[in-house]
Every structure is written in C-alpha cells, then in structure tokens.
C-alpha cells in the first residue's frame, strides 16, 4: 500500500521506517519538507521513504498515519487539507499531552472527550483508529519483551478501519490486540499514556510497555 505518515518526528520516522521495511511504499510530510537534515536522513535510506508537504503526503496514501506532537495537529490537518483525507483509514497515535508545567505531563483533555474524538470531528469524512499511542516509537515495531508479550488498544467508529489497522499492527509484530471499540474509547486509551510517563520516570525506564495478564 502507499502509506503517507503525517510529522516527521521520531514516532514518524519510526513508523516511517517499519511501513518501508514491510514493502510499503512510504510518503513522510513535513512543514519543513526541503530541510537538508530530514532528506539526508531519507537518502540514507537508499529512497524508501520520500519527503514531501503535508498536502502531497495526504494526496499519495493510501492510509495515513497522524504522528504530530498535540499542540500543531489542527494546523498539520489544515495544511494536509481535510478532503485529500476523505474516505482515508488515519491511524492516530497522537496524545493530547500538556508539558506546560514540566513532568509528568497532565491531559489537555479527558474524562467527556478525547483527541481521538477532536480528530475525528475535524475529519468527518476520514475512519480515525487510534493505537501506538501508549508505548515508545523504539518499541511500536516489533516489540520484544522478555518477560512477555505486551498488550496494544484500538478503537474507532469503523469496522473495517479497524480490521484494516489490526492487520497492520500483526505485521508490525504485535499479538495482544484489543479492539475497545468507538472513537469515543480514546477517553479510556490516552490517559493511559500519563501512567506509561509516570512509571517511566519512577523506574527510569523509556522501553517498557503495557501487558495484562490472564488467569
């Protein structure tokens, strides 16, 4: 598929990378698609992943992966435009996480709404799954752990979006899969993301991952 990843941040690039490595055709879009930095990290990758504007990178996927920090996801969708996204499966691994007063971040939202549900209203015509969202971009692909296999969250309004990312999380190495179900479960899903950060700075620890175990 042609998979067109919105933020060229780490979490970008690292998705980036696991789509290309699994025969992916892969478009990563930026505010600042000509800095030299991003393209020589491109060109490193023998071209396996382009580098483009936000529009071209919403014109040439397939699915589309939202990967920006919180605080710039309105504007990416107004610079991606709106319907270029339109019937689109767009995995959302955004947090709307607060750093304005140090760490650990709180929630700039929660309790009777969520990004997820933000995003999805901002692109009604879009199928909006979150996941990832809870783990490390070092950990999203093929995530080895040796005390176990970790668990990993979705949810969203479309059935087939879903089966669709399910999918894409078996071929990123993921087995624990839980469906929650509607977009409105992200209530449930990103404040779990406060507690991923809280154990981490009390463990100092950035790898670990989530895992519930059954009797």
């Known amino acids: ?40 990290w491109a060109n490193e990758l023998e071209d396996l992943i382009l580098v483009d504007s936000f529009e071209k990178t919403a014109t040439f996927g397939d699915i589309i992966v939202l990967a920006i920090k919180w605080d710039g996801v309105e504007n990416a969708i107004h610079l991606a435009n709106p319907e270029n996204l339109s019937h ?17 971040p709180s929630l700039y939202i929660g ?13 009604p015509k879009s199928c909006i799954v979150k996941t990832l969202n809870i783990v490390n971009n070092h950990t999203m ?10 668990s990993m969250f979705l949810c969203g309004n479309s059935e087939n979006a879903k089966k669709q ?36 700075m009390k463990h100092n620890t950035w790898t670990h991952a989530i895992r519930f175990l059954k009797h």
């Open 1 to 40: 598929m042609k998979i067109g990843i919105l933020g060229s941040g780490e979490v970008g690039k690292a998705l980036a990378i696991g789509f290309a490595s699994s025969g992916h055709q892969v478009k990563i879009g930026s505010r600042d698609f000509e800095n030299s930095k991003l393209k020589i």
């Open 88 to 104: 689109k499966t767009v995995i959302d691994v955004t947090n709307p996480l607060n750093f304005s007063n140090g760490m650990p």
């Open 111 to 123: 309790h009777t709404n969520s990004g997820g549900e933000i995003i999805q209203r901002l692109l």
């Open 141 to 150: 692909i093929n995530p080895t752990y040796n005390e176990g296999i970790p």
């Open 165 to 200: 990312v399910t999918q894409i999380l078996k071929d990123f190495g993921w087995k624990d899969i839980t469906d929650l179900g509607d977009i409105t479960e992200c209530r449930i899903i990103e404040p779990i993301t406060c507690l991923w950060i809280k154990y981490g």
